[in-house]
Structure formats: C-alpha cells, structure tokens
C-alpha cells in the first residue's frame, strides 16, 4: 500500500476533477468559496456523507437569475425544521451567498445551484450532537439539459416496485435518497426513463427527483397528494400557470388529491415536472401508449409557460 503525501493526493484530485463541471463552491466549514474542482470537498466524517443526515435543494440559474429562490430556500428550512437541523444563516443571508456565489460562477448562460445543510462533520456514530455543527455547502454547476428529442417524442415510465417513504419523511427533501437511486436503476434496468412509486392504497406518488402530473379524459389536470410525495417546487409553479389555460379548451379544472393507479391507464396526458425537467411530456406508460402516442397540447403549452416563466 502507497502512503501518498500532500501533493501527491492533490495530483490525483486535480486528475479526477478534469471532467468535472463544477464552477465553484460555497462552504461554511472553511467560510469561503473555492473554484478549483479539486478542492470542492468535505469531511468524510460529515454525518450528512455516512448518515444521510442533511437536507438539500436544487436550483436553476437562468439569465433572470436564480429560479424560484426564495421558494426552494423555505422549503429548505420547512426540511430542516422537521428533523431538527440548524440552518446557521437566515433565509435572506443564505439568498445573498446564492447570489453572489453566480457572480463569481462563470455559467454558460444556465446553470444549478446544489445547495447542502448537513448535521456536520464529527464522527461515524449516528449520535446528531457528537458534530462540531450544521454545515453548509452550495455548489455551482453547469446545466446540462435532456436532448431535445425527449421533448418531441416523449419518455416512458413504469411503476416502481420500490415502497413510498412513509410519512413525514416524503415530505421531507432529506439527503437519505438511497430508495430513490433504486427507483432510478429500476427504470433504467428496465428499459424505461422514469419510475414512479405507488403507496400500498395503489395511489400515484413521484419519481426519483420529479413530481408526476396527468390530464385525465375528462380534461381536469392533476398533481399526486402532498401527504405522500415532496412539494416540488417547480410543480406548484407550474399549477399556478396552469391557470391561464382554464380560459382555453385544453384544461377545465386543476387539482392536488389522490390519484388512483387505474387513471393513467385512460389518462390524456402524463408529464414529468422537476427543476431540471420543465415539463417533460409522457408518451408510453407500461406497455400502454399515452394518448395519440405523440406529446400532448398541455405538456407543450405547461412547458413553454415555465421556459418563458424561467427567463
């Protein structure tokens, strides 16, 4: 075994980090920013790296700035508040660092802020108050979005056989996402591009890091009940400019409830809304074609409402 000294280890660091399309990151442990890939890291004794023990966000960076900002940072609090986490800045100076973090990220147009509050570095036991402290790590990263073959022709999704989180952890956007990685390799090992959990009542929940919304027959647009799946974020705002097509033939109503699994069989239209995503138009479920087989009208207008919303 190679005992490796200091610049040996940052030799292969800066190695690993070539590809890497990290811009820079934010770190309350050493209360500064760095922009050197290389150096974009954290104890291994943070409870949030063995523990799971953290709550995160995931936001877009457009020309018009940081997405929904304000929304995903009280959400971020609404996380750390359910398992007792200390966030160690206030919502207004957490904004600030977010802001200024892009000004020195040097994005191509669009980018993604990853932001992280952990229990803290300390040791490997799950004891919570054996941490020196919460942390908190922001990451700046370039977009890279879904081709746009997806959006013309649509994805496929099956039902995971992955159990739902039980309550109030659905709820919660924790870094505990182990159930969400094997929902995402059961898609992919399955020859799908998503999967989406059903709770043991057969009701429709969410995918792996996206909300799922249908169009049902009769034209009433519907989103999974909270209870049981995460409030996304970009979903609420795409609700909420789903409201300027009620004025239109496309939609008649809008509604957040129980979604049986037996609607999607006869739905008109499925989408995939997340912050990455948009709005991304379903076109197989199963085995079963959705409506004509082609993205529908609604995922297209939703789309372009919150592109255009996004700036």
Known sequence: MKIL????????LREHSKSKKYLAMYSTLFDGVVTDPALMVLPIDDHMVHRGDGVFEAMRV?????????????????SAGAIDLKITKTIGELQKICEELV???????HGVLRLFVSRGPGDF???PYSTIGSQIYIVAVDFVSLS???YEKGVSVMLSKVGVKPAPYATVKSCNYLPNVMMKKESLDAGYDFSVSVTTDGFLAEGPTENIMILTAEGELLAPNFDYTLRGTTLVRALELAERLKSTPLIKNIRVGDIHISELERAREIMMVGTTLSVL?????QNTIVGSG?????????RKLVDQDMG
């Open 103 to 109: 000004s020195v990220s040097k994005f191509n147009n």
């Open 281 to 285: 138009p379903v076109t197989k479920y």
């Open 294 to 302: 082609k993205p529908g009208a609604v995922a297209q207008a939703l």
């Open 125 to 127: 036991s799950p004891n």
């Open 148 to 150: 746009e073959e997806k």
């Open 62 to 78: 457009t020309p018009s700035g940081i997405y929904l900002l304000r929304p995903h940072l009280e959400r971020l609090f609404r």
């Open 5 to 12: 000294n200091e610049t040996e280890w940052l030799k292969h």
